[in-house]
Every structure is written in structure tokens, then in C-alpha cells.
């Protein structure tokens, strides 16, 4: 019996791997793998601010394009193949450079402001930082009345 309840699942896993991504919404996609291309991150809280370290080797910071919103941050990038005058003539042992467009949606861990978003780009690392919202927490007392 849960044999049979089993099966179903794993076999839509095994079918569609890419589908058990995006409902987890790890905003992993099809140009990341048949490119052989994609940004690697890690994402990082520190003194109230949530923090993206994208790897962008060989991309311009002209040719990156980059949104924040309060929830996620979206990422988009085109690495160009290089072309050489007259041609290439070179007898290839091996190629492993890769180039294409990449595109990344990262959730963030909290609710954050991005209207304080900023972005820095040194040595092909793409470095965003935005502060959390802060949690309002002015209160009231109130006091209670009692009637009679």
C-alpha cells in the first residue's frame, strides 16, 4: 500500500527533476545547465542587513542587470563568447569556458527595504547588500476601564 502512494512521486521525480526545483523555488533554470553557466551565490545575514555574493567572472558590470524587491532579488547576466579576427584556426585539446545568459531569483530570509539596496562589483564577485525591514515596535499601553 505505500508502495503504491510511493511510486507516483518518485516517478514524477524522475521525470521532471527541474519541476521539484521550482516548487521549492530555488530559481534554478534551463540556461544554468545547458549553458554550463551560472552564477554561483551565497546569501548571508549580518548586523541587520541580508547580503548576495554573486561570482560573475568575465561579465561586465554594464551587461548585469539587477532588481531588488522586499521579498527576493532577481539577477540577470550575459557572459559573451569572444571572437577573434580572421578567424579561429586553433586545434582545440579541450574547451571548458562557457558563456551564454544567466538568471538567477533569490529569496531572501526576511522582509527587506529596497529602497536601501546597493551593489558593488570588484574581481567578477557581484556583491549586493539590503537592510531588513525593521519590525515596528512602538506600542501603547492601554488601559482598561471597567463599567459597572
Do not use: C
Not at 568575465?58 to 569572444?82: C, M, N, Q, W
Amino acid at each position: 500500500m505505500a508502495r503504491d502512494m510511493f511510486y507516483p512521486v518518485m516517478r514524477k521525480m524522475m521525470e521532471d527533476p527541474m519541476d521539484m526545483f521550482d516548487r521549492l523555488g530555488w530559481g534554478i533554470n534551463d540556461a544554468f545547465f545547458e549553458k554550463g553557466f551560472g552564477a554561483k551565490v551565497d546569501l548571508y545575514r549580518k548586523d541587520g542587513k541580508i547580503f548576495v555574493e554573486a561570482e560573475l567572472p568575465g561579465i561586465a558590470p554594464e551587461d548585469v542587470d539587477l532588481h531588488v524587491y522586499s521579498d527576493r532579488l532577481t539577477l540577470s547576466a550575459e557572459k559573451k563568447a569572444e571572437k577573434k579576427e580572421g578567424g579561429d584556426d586553433k586545434n582545440y585539446f579541450r574547451s571548458e569556458r562557457s558563456w551564454g545568459k544567466v538568471e538567477r531569483t533569490i529569496s531572501f530570509p526576511a522582509e527587506a527595504d529596497p529602497e536601501t539596496a546597493k551593489a558593488n562589483f570588484k574581481n567578477g564577485v557581484l556583491t549586493i547588500e539590503v537592510a531588513e525591514k525593521s519590525q515596528d515596535r512602538a506600542h501603547k499601553k492601554v488601559s482598561i476601564t471597567s463599567e459597572a
